[in-house]
């Protein structure tokens, strides 16, 4: 479609993130799977609590908006998945492989926090204070969730692998 | 190949970066191009100076390892690039697109602001100190470069874009 407007740029970006948050839904328990500390596999699947909250909270602004919610196929998304299966597939060691996936877990973290930063300030721009509100509260908890995995990388995991 | 270790896992990230920061020096200009206001134009051209010399760094740190500096096509950042390039070709307001150039520029930022967080850290539990201030030099930068993004987009661009 033809963007003219930033209302029109938000409408785009929102389907975008839309679709990532719905395909992470599908990706964070297999990253949990995937994980051998036990606090990794918990931090992960708290998070995913949080991503169906995000889900929703998409779905509010769309409506707010009087627009159905629709996903848009987010590539870059797509690229950081691709980039974390082939790496966790190359690697033996479990602890450097838990590594990996706090590594990639906080590409896609900081991929949301860079998107809902813009998403909060396009929708201030355009008077939109309730979509706002909703975009702040999850780009919050994106900046808790990428903190609380440094937290793990560096006071636990990364020991391990190392040792 | 296949990663035993926490050095192997930072050796292959290193791969991804230098890939990453590689390709930001020819698509930087690129961007500056597409750009309408002059400080946006002027903050991507100040940024690719910078990114040069992350460059730079990085072939420090494969010497500083005794490996030769190889790039590792990194799926994340091409995702960025091609979402980058699909958004910007549908806009037809060039203020708006100054928005979204910001906001792409600012997931690019976001995804390196990941992975220099987690090479710092891995150079930090690996010993290797010379490589981790390289690495923090750059990952500062990197922050700066974002937080500049984001006054340019509150301050002037989105202002327009929504006018």
Redesign the interface.
Known sequence: ??????E??FH??LK?IYYAEKKLVKTLPKMAKKATAPELKHAIQGHLKETETHVKRIEQIFEGMGKRAVAKK???????I??TD??TA????K??LD??I??SA??V???E???Y??LS??AH??GMDDAAGLLEATLEEEKAA?KKL?GL??EQV??R??A
């Open positions: 479609m033809a963007v003219k407007t930033l029109d740029l785009e970006t975008d987010c590539e870059a998304l797509e690229g950081l691709k980039e082939e790496v190359e690697i033996e060691d602890e450097t590594s990996a706090i590594s906080q590409t973290e900081h991929y926090i860079a998107r930063g813009t300030a396009w721009e355009l990428d440094s990388a560096e990364n020991h692998a190392a």
